[in-house]
């Protein structure tokens, strides 16, 4: 910035306006005589706007001319009245200004800078769109007109609110030229203006200029600065991550005293810089030498510390500076409730953030569309769409339209809980209420339909997102590829990545990796290595996960060598293997039948330091008992208890049914009274282990009082626990009671399945009860429940020509009578 003397220098004939580039208001007019280039923004409606009344009311049969009758001062008075009413136009503005320059009769400057303030300040409205525009428009036509100097003085206020439209408009870059007119015309400057013109600079980026002028020039002026001149700069300090330099400008308001001394705002300014910054203890440190000093935290301060809080998660000290400053008699705004609201809905806890909800609005606080639409999102991600969908109704009754954001967040807690009627209706409202889906939008609808296999109807939104015009993205496509490799259509996957590539969309490494994922999942390797070799020739690096689902593909179809190979490529390429590497090779070692190669592994990664986890001992452990090693298997059982790491209910059912494959079942019901008394959470696989190995060592008392429990322990019996149940009372020959069994598994709403029906079959045919057993083919449907290939040989082989029971094959259902004579 040029030094303040030497604008003082400048010619008055310099080079004029100070709008240059800027877009300001005009009317429309074929008399005027200087069109703006801007001046569209402001064109009238076919509909003209009432003039201005600029006349006072006179009799018919007066006859003195109206340049008599009209008075600058009652028609600027006028104007102010209709400016602060909202129907004061553009047009008008220019009407009052044109009569203005026509009658050349002067308006007293204090008229002028009130209509000038006033139409400043002004909302938009449909009258006029932007008031500071129209400020800076009407001074261009008093720079213009030759008689505009003489009947529209200027003062150093009229510059002031020059400057201070500049920064409403959003031109502070403007800012200086007023201010160098202000010092050529010789007017004296005041510390308001001397504030104003900081403003400027700050807005326009420009903060070290504007503390050079605070700190050197302001006093060149003859201008004190002031607290607010030093609240300007501080902000802008902040606003530019400076916080420490703020610090420092607030310190030295401290030493100059008087009217410099800092107040609350110079301090909140800072405290927020410093909480933005991350500099905590900075910020905490402010706020106690602020109440040393005599300055009390008012609700901005505490705003401050509340939403830092949030921020980071800490809910109850958040809670307890609310209570502070409730105790203070400071009271909380909707920005404190908003940002906790915020925080607990964004840390999981729905719960509180209702809670603080509800505080809110029984206080009389109107939610704003932000904290609408944060509580919503909490709601949804906990399963509560119906609740969320009460407090979308509920903004509109408040005068909060929703908006494309509280749209998609109430579709995405739809489509989660499986809610597709809802969700499509929610959908096809939004054009009624005006909103334009975005591509977003539309991604959630094909996901939810996506996961769950429905892909002819996410099919379908896809065309219908295309045919309304919006381009699908990355997450799109990514989203059906990754749908359709897992239901194995990898050639419509393949289609759809061929389609993203034709319109120029490139495949990023989510992609690729659900195509590798599914190709080495449904055994085509080759195809899983020409991708991994694309994508590395794109420059795109395939990362761990990657290489991972190759390893995995490999060990599942129990090529080890191969696995090893990508393995070697892995490390190759500068990626080291991560647990999850090492977890998927031991995995196909002890499914190979290798628990050796899998323990030599396992110990490798001990010297790699590569720490094993729960799932790597789970993996280990069931390997050793199917490979009937128990002992081995109690050894590392115990060296997984040694080496800290955490034991969970999988680990458990792993140990359970390994000692009872390995007739320990014994052993496994001590284990199982141990782990009750430790108040273990059991779930229902592990009671229906416990329940066949008590049925195993002949305790059916209590393997009966268990299954009566079940219930008592808040589980629910499924078809695998009757299943248990019905195996063991046939093999007991308790017939009657398995079929009381079967009919209260049936009653209670489990379906039994294919293999439960096939299992009680063969056991009815082999006890030779047909009549039972026909009773229970009767429940083969053919397409749910088959006979399965064992239950059909068992048959032919008993109903056959030669067949014992071939003469009771009339008990069969008529369609299973054709074993009859089979040989």
Request: charge should be positive; include cysteine; proline fraction near 4%.
């Amino acid at each position: 910035m040029a030094p303040i003397s030497r604008l003082r220098r400048r010619s008055s004939s310099s080079p004029a306006s100070p709008m240059s580039g800027l877009r300001i208001p005009r009317r429309q007019s074929s008399s005027s005589t200087t069109p703006m280039s801007g001046r569209r923004l402001f064109s009238s409606s076919s509909t003209p706007m009432p003039r201005l009344q600029l006349l006072p009311r006179r009799s018919s049969s007066s006859t003195s001319p109206t340049s008599r009758c009209w008075d600058p001062q009652v028609a600027f008075v006028a104007a102010i009245a209709r400016v602060r009413a909202g129907t004061f136009s553009t047009d008008d503005a220019h009407h009052l200004f044109d009569e203005l320059l026509r009658q050349g009769t002067p308006v007293h400057n204090p008229a002028l800078n009130g209509f000038l303030a006033a139409l400043a300040r002004a909302p938009d409205s449909v009258s006029c769109s932007n008031g500071p525009a129209l400020v800076l428009a009407l001074f261009n036509r008093i720079c213009r007109e030759e008689a505009g100097p003489r009947v529209a003085p200027l003062s150093v206020h009229t510059y002031g609110i020059l400057m201070d439209c500049c920064c409403r408009a959003r031109r502070p870059d403007l800012g200086p030229a007023f201010f160098a007119r202000l010092l050529r015309a010789g007017l004296r400057t005041r510390t308001i203006e001397a504030n104003t013109f900081l403003k400027c600079l700050c807005h326009a980026k420009r903060t070290d200029e504007a503390v050079d002028v605070l700190l050197h020039r302001m006093s060149d002026l003859g201008c004190v600065p002031n607290a607010i001149s030093y609240n300007t700069v501080i902000k802008s300090l902040c606003g530019d991550s400076r916080s420490q330099e703020a610090l420092d400008m607030v310190q030295r308001m401290a030493k100059e005293g008087g009217r410099c001394s800092p107040d609350v705002v110079s301090f909140n300014t800072v405290i927020h810089g410093f909480f933005k910054q991350g500099e905590v203890s900075k910020a905490c440190n402010l706020i106690n030498e602020m109440v040393q000093k005599g300055v009390e935290p008012d609700v901005v301060t505490y705003n401050s510390i509340v939403d830092a809080l949030c921020k980071a998660r800490a809910m109850d000290k958040a809670e307890l500076v609310l209570r502070q400053m409730v105790d203070k008699g400071v009271e909380p705004d909707g920005l404190t409730y908003t940002a906790i609201i915020h925080g607990y809905s964004c840390s999981g806890h729905w719960k509180e953030s209702a809670k603080m909800f509800r505080k809110m609005t029984s206080k009389g606080l109107i939610p704003g569309i932000v904290t609408f639409n944060s509580f919503m999102s909490s709601l949804c991600k906990h399963g509560r769409s119906k609740d969320a969908e009460e407090i979308f109704q509920y903004m509109t009754t408040k005068g909060h339209m929703p908006d494309l954001v509280s749209y998609s967040i109430l579709l995405h807690g739809y489509a989660t809980e499986g809610r597709f009627a809802d969700m499509n209706n929610l959908f096809h409202s939004m054009a009624d209420k005006g909103i334009v889906a975005n591509c977003h939008c539309f991604n959630i609808l094909i996901s939810a339909h996506a996961k769950r296999g429905m892909m002819d109807e996410a099919m379908l939104v896809f065309t219908e997102m295309q045919g309304q015009g919006v381009r699908p993205d990355v997450v799109t496509y990514s989203t059906l590829i990754s749908a359709f490799c897992r239901m194995g259509r990898l050639a419509d996957a393949m289609e759809k990545f061929s389609q993203m590539i034709s319109i120029g969309l490139e495949p990023n490494t989510v992609v690729y990796h659900s195509l590798i994922h599914g190709f080495c999942m449904h055994g085509d390797l080759v195809k899983a290595k020409e991708l991994v070799s694309e994508m590395m020739s794109k420059g795109d690096r395939p990362t761990i996960v990657t290489f991972n689902s190759l390893i995995d593909g490999y060990c599942l179809v129990g090529k080890m060598e191969k696995a090893f190979g990508v393995l070697d490529a892995m490390v190759s390429v500068g990626i080291e293997p991560d647990v999850v590497t090492y977890n998927t090779l031991v995995s196909g070692y002890c499914k190979s039948g290798k628990i050796d190669d899998g323990l030599i592994l396992f110990r490798e990664m001990l010297h790699k330091k590569v720490k094993p986890t729960t799932v790597t001992y789970s993996i280990v452990l069931d390997g050793l008992f199917h490979a009937g090693r128990t002992s081995a298997a109690k050894k590392m059982f115990h060296e997984m208890i040694d080496s800290g790491t955490a034991v969970d209910i999988d680990t458990y059912k792993i140990l359970l049914k390994g000692l009872c494959r390995n007739d320990l079942t014994d052993e496994a019901i001590t284990l199982f009274h141990k782990l009750g008394a430790m108040d273990c959470k059991f779930d229902i696989t592990i009671l229906n282990t416990v329940i066949n190995a008590l049925y195993k060592v002949r305790r059916r008392e209590e393997a009966n009082d268990l299954f009566a429990a079940i219930s008592t322990s808040g589980l629910v019996p499924n078809v695998s626990t009757y299943g248990v149940m019905i195996h063991n009372l046939l093999k007991e020959g308790s017939v009657e009671e398995a079929d009381t069994m079967f009919s209260s598994m049936e009653k209670s709403g489990c379906a039994p399945s294919s293999r439960l029906l096939n299992d009680i079959i063969r056991m009815l045919l082999q006890k030779g009860d047909i009549v039972k057993a026909g009773y229970y083919m009767s429940k083969v449907d053919g397409t749910i429940i088959s006979l399965e290939a064992s239950t059909t040989s068992l048959l032919m082989s008993l109903f056959s020509s030669k067949g014992k029971h071939r003469e009771q094959i009339k008990f069969l259902p008529a369609k299973y009578q054709f074993f009859y004579g089979a040989s």
